[in-house]
C-alpha cells in the first residue's frame, strides 16, 4: 500500500480524477473518488502548498477543456485558480478539526456539510453559480439524477462528498491503524445503502407516467453568428427574415410554442417597435406563442447591447419583456432588472429564462416557487460547453418539476420532460434546418425540492453550527481552566 502514502502518486492521481470530473470529457465515476488522494494526502500531513499548486494546476487544465471561441483562457486561469484556493482552504478545515476536534465532532459529516454548504453558496450567489458542482458529473445518469427532486443538486453532491470521505476513512483506517472504527463502518455502510435506495427511487420515479396534456414546442435556431449580424447589416437583415420564416414553418408543422435562441435577432432602438408589430402579428396569424430573444444595439459603434427576450402570447399581445438576469463575467449586455413570473396560457403555466439566468440556483429556485411547468429558455452557447450547459439545465427542471424548452445557438437544442428525459435535440453543429419540433407535457410536478428548496443545506448548516459552537465552549473551557 505505499503509494497511498506516497505524497506525488497522491496528488498525481488525486489531479487525473479531478481533471475528468464535470464539463466535457467527464468521467462520472471519477468523481466518487476524486477526493480520496487529496484527503489522504493532508491527512499523512504533508505540505499545502504542494497541495495548493497541484489544486491549481489540475481545475486550470480542467476548465480548459471548454475553452473554444469566444470563451477565452484567461476565464480558465481565473476558475482555476479560485476552485483551487477554495478546495484547499477546505481541506486545510477539515484536517484542522479532524486533528483536535475528532472526539466533538464526526470527521466523516463535517467533510461532507462542510463542502456541501460551502459548493450551495457558490451556486447561489457567486459568479459562476452552479458550473462547480458536483452533481453535474452524474450527468447522463438519469436515475440518480431524479434524487434531484427530493433535495436538489446540491444533495446529489452531498452524497458524492459522503462516499468520498468513507471510502478514504475506510482506506486510511486499513493502513494506519490495521482496523476500521465502527463508526466509520456505521458510515460507510449507510453511504452505500443510501446511494442504493436513491437508485431503487430513480428507477421506480421513471417507471410512472406524466399525468396531463402534451403538446408540441418548437426551437429555432439561427446559423448567424452575433459578430457577423453586428459587422453586416444586409446579413441581418437577412437572419432576421430567416427566423421569422423558420417560426412559420415550425407553426405549421403543429408547434402551439416556439422559442428562439438568445440574442437570435439584432434589433436597432429606432426599429424596436416595428420588429416587435412584426412578431406580433406573426403570433396572431399563427395562434402561437412565441418567445423572440434579440439583442437591442446600444451605440452604432460599440459591441453593447440589451439582451432581452418579448414573450407573445397567441393573441399577438406582450406577455412579458424580459431581461437577462445572471450575467457571464465580462458580458457585454446592461443589466436591468426584470421580474420571474410564471404565465397561465392555454397550454399550462409556463415561465422564461435566457440561458446563464438558469445557472444561477437563486433565479432558479423561483421558477419552482411560481408554480412554472414549462421553463422557455433561449440561450447562446459555444462549442467548448456543449452539449454540456444544455444538460446542466436539465437537472434544475428535475429540481424543479419542470419540462425544459432550450433553444440554443452554438449548442445544443433541446426539449426535455420533468423527469429529464429528452423528447427532442438539435445540435447546431450538424447539418439540420435549425427547426426542432416535438412534443413535451407542461404539467407541473410537486418535487420535494420545490417545497422545501435546499433542505439538505440546511441540515448541514445546523450541524456546523451546533457542533461549531461545541468545539468553541470546549476551547473556551479550556482556556478558562
Known amino acids: 500500500m505505499k ?4 505524497k506525488v502518486y497522491l496528488l498525481m492521481s488525486g489531479s487525473v480524477l479531478f481533471g475528468f470530473v464535470g464539463m466535457n470529457w467527464n ?33 486550470i487544465l480542467s476548465t480548459l477543456r471548454i475553452v473554444s471561441e469566444p470563451f477565452h483562457i484567461w476565464i480558465a486561469l481565473f476558475a482555476g485558480i479560485q476552485a483551487g484556493i477554495i478546495f484547499t482552504i477546505l481541506l486545510w478545515v477539515w484536517n484542522y478539526f479532524r486533528i483536535r476536534y475528532s472526539k466533538l465532532i464526526s470527521p466523516i459529516l463535517l467533510f461532507a456539510f ?12 457567486s459568479d459562476l453559480g452552479v458550473w462547480g458542482m458536483m452533481a453535474n458529473s452524474q450527468i ?21 462528498y459522503l462516499f468520498n470521505i468513507c ?58 453568428e452575433i459578430q457577423t449580424i453586428w ?74 447591447f440589451d439582451n ?23 458580458e457585454p449586455v446592461t443589466q436591468k ?5 410564471a404565465f397561465e396560457t392555454n397550454f399550462g403555466k409556463m415561465s422564461v429564462a435566457i440561458c446563464y439566468d438558469f445557472d444561477s440556483l437563486r433565479l432558479t429556485e423561483t421558477h419552482a416557487k411560481v408554480g412554472s411547468g414549462m421553463t422557455l429558455i433561449p440561450a447562446s452557447d459555444w462549442k467548448g460547453i456543449s452539449p454540456f450547459h444544455t444538460e446542466m439545465a436539465v437537472i434544475r427542471g428535475i429540481e424543479n418539476g419542470s419540462s425544459i424548452v432550450r433553444s440554443a445557438r452554438s449548442g445544443l437544442s433541446g426539449v426535455f420532460d420533468a423527469y429529464g428525459r429528452t423528447k427532442g435535440t438539435l445540435d447546431y453543429f450538424e447539418e439540420n434546418d435549425g427547426i426542432l419540433v416535438t412534443s413535451v407535457g407542461t404539467t407541473k410536478l410537486n418535487t420535494l425540492y420545490s417545497l422545501f428548496g435546499n433542505w439538505i443545506v440546511g441540515i448541514g448548516i445546523l450541524y456546523l453550527s451546533i457542533y461549531g459552537m461545541k468545539v468553541l465552549y470546549f476551547v473556551i473551557k479550556n482556556r478558562i481552566k
Open 3 to 6: 503509494p497511498f502514502s506516497n
Open 27 to 59: 468521467v462520472p465515476i471519477f468523481v466518487w473518488f476524486a477526493f480520496v488522494p487529496f484527503l489522504r494526502y493532508v491527512r499523512l500531513g504533508h505540505s499545502y502548498r504542494s497541495l495548493l499548486f497541484a489544486l491549481v494546476v489540475s481545475q
Open 114 to 125: 462542510l463542502f456541501t454548504v460551502v459548493e450551495w453558496i457558490g451556486a447561489y450567489d
Open 140 to 160: 447522463g445518469n438519469l436515475i440518480l439524477l431524479q434524487s434531484a427532486s427530493l433535495f436538489g443538486a446540491t444533495g446529489i453532491s452531498f452524497v458524492i
Open 167 to 224: 471510502f478514504e476513512q475506510v482506506l486510511s483506517e486499513s493502513i494506519d491503524q490495521k482496523n476500521v472504527t465502527r463508526p466509520t463502518i456505521q458510515y460507510s455502510l449507510f453511504s452505500v445503502l443510501l446511494i442504493i435506495l436513491l437508485y431503487f427511487y430513480g428507477t421506480f420515479r421513471l417507471s410512472l407516467p406524466i399525468d396531463g396534456k402534451q403538446i408540441k414546442v418548437a426551437t429555432i435556431t439561427s446559423k448567424y
Open 231 to 304: 459587422k453586416d447589416p444586409s446579413e441581418n437583415e437577412k437572419n432576421t427574415q430567416l427566423t421569422i420564416d423558420k417560426t412559420s414553418v415550425a407553426a405549421k408543422e403543429g408547434a402551439k410554442v416556439v422559442v428562439w435562441n438568445e440574442g437570435a435577432v439584432l434589433v436597432f432602438e429606432d426599429m424596436e417597435q416595428t420588429f416587435l408589430n412584426r412578431v406580433s402579428s406573426l403570433a396572431k396569424e399563427n395562434q402561437i406563442e412565441i418567445v423572440a430573444a434579440y439583442i437591442v444595439q446600444k451605440t452604432s459603434a460599440e459591441f453593447f
Open 308 to 330: 432581452k427576450l418579448v414573450w407573445f402570447a397567441m393573441d399577438g399581445s406582450i406577455r412579458q419583456t424580459y431581461f437577462k438576469q445572471f450575467l457571464v463575467p465580462g
Open 337 to 341: 432588472h426584470s421580474e420571474i413570473e
